[in-house]
Structure formats: C-alpha cells, structure tokens
C-alpha cells in the first residue's frame, strides 16, 4: 500500500529557510499528484503546494507562491519542499499526500496521507 513518510522539520528563525522531504512507496505515481498542507492549532488544514509526479506542473498558495517550492525527485520516490523567508504564521505540522492527479493539481482528491512533521519558525 502506498507510504508516505515525512522527515526534515525542526525550528528556524523568522527569514530563515528550511526543507521537509517526504519519502513515497508502495506504487507508481505517474498519473498522481502529490502535495504539502498544513494545519496549526486552532487554524484549518490548508493547502500549501503541489506537483504532478509525470508533467512537473505545480500549484501554490497565495500565501507561500515566491517563498515555497515544491519539487520532486522521480528516482528517489520523493518529495520536496523548499521553504524561505519563513514567517511565524508559517509555523505548523506539514502533511505530504498523493492522489490520482487532477486538474489544477490542488483540487487532486488526496487519499493517501503522512504522519506529518513539524515546522517552528519562531520571531
């Protein structure tokens, strides 16, 4: 079955950049989409970022488009997101997920999801 394990979260300073990676198996995902939300207390999960695992293409949010990217290593079964300029409200737990791709890659109905990894950005 499909596994998706999250590494790379930790604490940073307001400005500062950090990385989480997101370990995939268990199947193929050419014709999948895979992607990065987040949920801190008390706030709503929200999308962040996605790509199609096949065409490269990507999707952001407002909030992250020109500080986040999001990318993906198709050997290595995984995926990235780079974040810069991080801001507090930045601070949450990140989830990587996957689903059959859809168009624009954040509407892709994700049904697989990771135990998520915590990101603190502190002012």
């Known amino acids: 079955q499909v596994q998706l394990v999250e590494s790379g979260g930790g604490s940073v300073q307001a400005g500062g950049s950090l990385r989480v990676s997101c370990a995939a198996s268990?199947?193929?995902?050419?014709?999948?989409?895979l992607g990065w939300f987040r949920q801190a207390p008390g706030k709503i999960h929200e999308f962040v970022a996605a790509?199609?695992?096949?065409?490269?293409?990507?999707d952001y949010a407002d909030s992250v488009k020109g500080r986040f990217t999001v990318s993906r290593d198709n050997a290595k079964n995984t995926l990235y997101l780079q974040m810069n300029s991080l801001k507090p409200e930045d601070a949450a737990v990140y989830y990587c997920?996957?689903?059959?791709?859809?168009?624009?890659?954040?509407?892709?109905?994700?049904?697989?999801w990771g135990q998520g990894t915590q990101v603190t950005v502190s002012s």
């Open positions: 997920a996957a689903g059959p791709s859809s168009w624009p890659p954040r509407s892709t109905p994700f049904n697989y």
């Open positions: 268990g199947r193929t995902f050419s014709g999948y989409t």
């Open positions: 790509i199609n695992w096949r065409s490269g293409n990507t």
